[in-house]
């Protein structure tokens, strides 16, 4: 009797645990973030135009003073990893539009010489486009992970470039302003 008895107060205390939501995951996060101190950039995968969007990251992370940056894997809080990809291309638009119409109208001559009519009568239109327009578009996909190896925080940010700057750098500076705004949610936590 009170083997059973336990058996279902642990059936019920399993049934009543709900899985965590997803404001409680984030503020776990959050609560993580708040903690770190020192990060450490990682190589970005996606080949030679990954490897410069990490050298503008690391500089606008720098800017921001959030953290200490350290090219030391081991002494890092946190490391920030993730992908990133730079395409620059020529975006090609090719149409072409045409009318054409053709008539023929004739006549014959007979033996003594008397003859008839002959016209003709054409009409023709022809419209051909071509443009070719260079454009340039980042994308970077970053999460910054504890020693653990849980993932704290994580965005994923593109840009078709800006005034006043490329597409990488762009997005660099997108990355950087949610990761600032995170860190200030986190700062406000109790």
């Not at 645990?17 to 996060?29: L, N, Y």
């Not at 993730?82 to 006549?107: I, P, Y």
């Not at 997108?174 to 406000?188: G, N, Q």
């Amino acid at each position: 009797m009170i083997r059973t008895l336990l058996l279902l107060g642990f059936a019920f205390a399993a049934v009543a645990q709900e899985p965590p939501s997803s404001a409680s995951i984030e503020e776990a996060g959050l609560r993580q973030l708040r903690t770190v101190r020192r990060v450490y950039v990682d190589h970005l995968v996606g080949g030679e135009t990954a490897a410069q969007m990490q050298n503008i990251l690391i500089s606008a992370l720098d800017g921001a003073k959030l953290f200490v940056l350290t090219e030391n894997a081991d002494r890092a809080d946190a490391t920030l990893r993730g992908a990133a990809e730079d395409l620059v291309f020529t975006d090609v638009h090719s149409s072409s539009d045409s009318l054409n119409g053709h008539n023929n109208l004739g006549s014959g001559r007979d033996s003594r010489g008397k003859g008839g009519l002959y016209g003709s009568l054409g009409i023709g239109e022809s419209e051909s486009d071509h443009s070719a327009e260079r454009r340039h578009e980042a994308i970077a996909a970053v999460r910054l992970v504890s020693k653990d190896g849980d993932v704290i925080w994580a965005t994923t940010q593109e840009s078709l470039g800006a005034k006043f700057h490329g597409a990488s750098a762009d997005v660099a500076e997108k990355i950087t302003a949610k990761l600032k705004d995170d860190f200030e949610r986190a700062r406000k936590l109790r």
